[in-house]
Each structure stands twice: as C-alpha cells, then as structure tokens.
Nanobody
C-alpha cells in the first residue's frame, strides 16, 4: 500500500530556507511523477511544485517560482523541496503525493515562517 512520509519542516524566519523530504513507498517510485502540496489554515490544499518521473521536467506555482526547487532521488524513493527566501505566506502544512492516482495523504510536515 502507498505510504508517504514527509519531514524537514520547522520554524524559520522570513528569508530563511528549509529542505523538505518525502519518502514514498507502495508503488514503483521511478515510474511516477510526484508533487508537493501545501495547505494553509482555512485554505484548500494547493499544488506548489511537481516533477516528472525521471526528474527532467518541473513545474511551479507562480507564488513559489524562483524560490522553491523540487528534486527527486529515484534510488532513495524520495522527493525533496528546497525552499529559499521563505515568506510569511508560505506557512502551511506541506504534503507530497503521486501526481497520477494520488494515494492516501501522509501526516505532512509543518512549515512556519515567522519573525
């Protein structure tokens, strides 16, 4: 069965950086595009970045373009999200999932940007 375990969140000041990790299991990781999503309090979950199965192509939401970088390691079955120049509005719980046929959501990892 699909299992997604996110980690790496924390409390950071505006302008700071964090690197999130998501370990995925239950499917052939290297055959699947992956995405990072976030959900802020009172808001719907939104897709912030996605990456193709081989890692050759990436897409970003306009709100994070130029600041966030998605990458993956198909040996470790892990997808990453490097977040730089963090803003207050990046505060949210961050999740990863398969882009096609999303599995059950993991617990997410909390990112709080605060001065």
């Amino acid at each position: 069965q699909v299992q997604l375990v996110e980690s790496g969140g924390g409390l950071v000041q505006p302008g700071g950086s964090l690197r999130l990790s998501c370990a995925a299991s239950g499917r052939i990781f290297s055959a699947n595009a992956m995405g990072w999503y976030r959900q802020a309090p009172g808001k719907e979950r939104e897709l912030v970045a996605d990456i193709t199965s081989g890692g050759g192509y990436t897409n970003y939401a306009d709100s994070v373009k130029g600041r966030f970088t998605i990458s993956r390691d198909n040996v470790k079955n892990t997808v990453y999200l490097q977040m730089n120049s963090l803003k207050l509005e990046d505060t949210a719980v961050y999740y990863c999932n398969f882009m096609r046929r999303p599995g059950p959501w993991g617990q997410g990892t909390q990112v709080t940007v605060s001065s």
